[in-house]
């Protein structure tokens, strides 16, 4: 399935599809389908799974609209079933206040399991902006992100960009909430 047929956004909108996408398991799996539509068993090698889990999460991922079959091939006389993401981006909806933040615990479990010895460019920076500033930053991160997505060749291996810009609780409110 060409990826030219995707929506650009699937938003997250019932508790079915936050279980769905807070599960670790199932967002390395929605990572496989991102580029390309795999089988089970492809699913099952990539992201290191018995082929029955791997299954089981596959159908969790379907029945919550987030993934679905875009292709179908008899082997041996079985229909092998290729599944793709339902949309090029998920949405989730904003955790709240103190809420925890699904995506940036995969993005943090997911740089922890990385290989030691692999490259990698993590930072932090604390910044004082204007709010106009702010906004201006945000729409160029995410800019760039869209940028080099649209740069991405299926056959190169994975990469990930993760970034948070967000004004942290004033060291007042940090402080009442520690009590």
Do not use: C, W
Request: negative net charge.
């Amino acid at each position: 399935m060409p990826t030219d047929d995707l929506p650009e956004t699937f938003h997250v909108t019932t508790d079915e599809q936050l279980r769905a996408v807070s599960n670790l398991t199932r967002h390395r799996i929605m990572a496989v389908l991102r580029f390309e539509p795999s089988t089970i068993t492809q699913i099952a090698e990539r992201v290191g799974l018995a082929k029955g889990s791997s299954s089981y999460h596959v159908r969790l991922l379907e029945r919550a609209g987030l993934v679905r079959v875009v292709r179908t091939r008899k082997v041996r006389g079985v229909t092998e079933r290729y599944y793709a993401m339902a949309a090029r981006a998920i949405v989730l909806p904003d955790p709240g206040e103190g809420g925890p933040d699904v995506l940036m615990r995969h993005a943090v479990a997911d740089l922890e399991a990385s290989p030691a010895d692999g490259e990698r460019h993590v930072g932090m920076a604390h910044l004082r902006l204007t709010e106009e500033q702010f906004a201006q930053l945000g729409e160029r991160l995410q800019a760039l992100a869209d940028e080099y997505r649209a740069l991405s060749d299926p056959s190169l291996p994975d990469a990930s960009l993760v970034f948070a810009l967000f004004r942290p609780a004033s060291r007042v409110q940090a402080e009442g909430d520690a009590k």
